[in-house]
C-alpha cells in the first residue's frame, strides 16, 4: 500500500494562486488512479480532481474546471495540484486519495483506498 503525504497548503488572498503536492511512498502509482478531495467545516468531504498515472486521463468537479489542474510526475512520485483564481469558497482541508488498479476515474471518496493527512487551504477575501 502506498502512504500519501500532502504539503503546499497555506493562507492566501482571493484570486492568488496555490499548488499543492501530494508525494507517493511505499509504491508506484503507474498501477494507480490519484484523487484531490476537500472538506470544509461543517460539509462532507467532496471530490475536486483525479487523474489515471498510465495515461493521465483527467476528470474535475464542475466547481474547480478552468481554474485547477490535476497532473503526475513520475520522477518524483508526486501528484501536484495547481489552483489557479482562488475564491473563498475553496477553502477548505484538501486531501490525496490513492485508487489501486488502472481503472476508471472515480469522484466518489468511497472508491479510494489510502489517504493522506491533509493539508489546510485558507482562501481569504
Known amino acids: 500500500q502506498v502512504q500519501l503525504d500532502e504539503s503546499g497548503g497555506g493562507l492566501v488572498q482571493a484570486g492568488n494562486s496555490l499548488r499543492l503536492s501530494c508525494a507517493a511512498s511505499?509504491?508506484?502509482?503507474?498501477?494507480?488512479?490519484m484523487g484531490w478531495f476537500r472538506q470544509a467545516p461543517g460539509k462532507e468531504r467532496e471530490f475536486v480532481a483525479a487523474?489515471?498515472?498510465?495515461?493521465?486521463?483527467?476528470v474535475y468537479a464542475d466547481s474547480v474546471k478552468g481554474r485547477f489542474t490535476i497532473s503526475r510526475d513520475s520522477a518524483k512520485n508526486t501528484v501536484p495540484l495547481q489552483m489557479n483564481s482562488l475564491k473563498p469558497e475553496d477553502t477548505a482541508v484538501y486531501y490525496c486519495?490513492?485508487?489501486?488498479?488502472?481503472?476508471?476515474?472515480?469522484?466518489?471518496?468511497?472508491?479510494?483506498?489510502?489517504w493522506g493527512q491533509g493539508t489546510q487551504v485558507t482562501v481569504s477575501s
Open positions: 486519495a490513492a485508487r489501486k488498479g488502472i481503472t476508471a476515474v472515480a469522484a466518489r471518496s468511497s472508491s479510494y483506498d489510502n
Open positions: 487523474i489515471r498515472w498510465s495515461d493521465g486521463h483527467t
Open positions: 511505499g509504491g508506484t502509482l503507474s498501477t494507480y488512479v
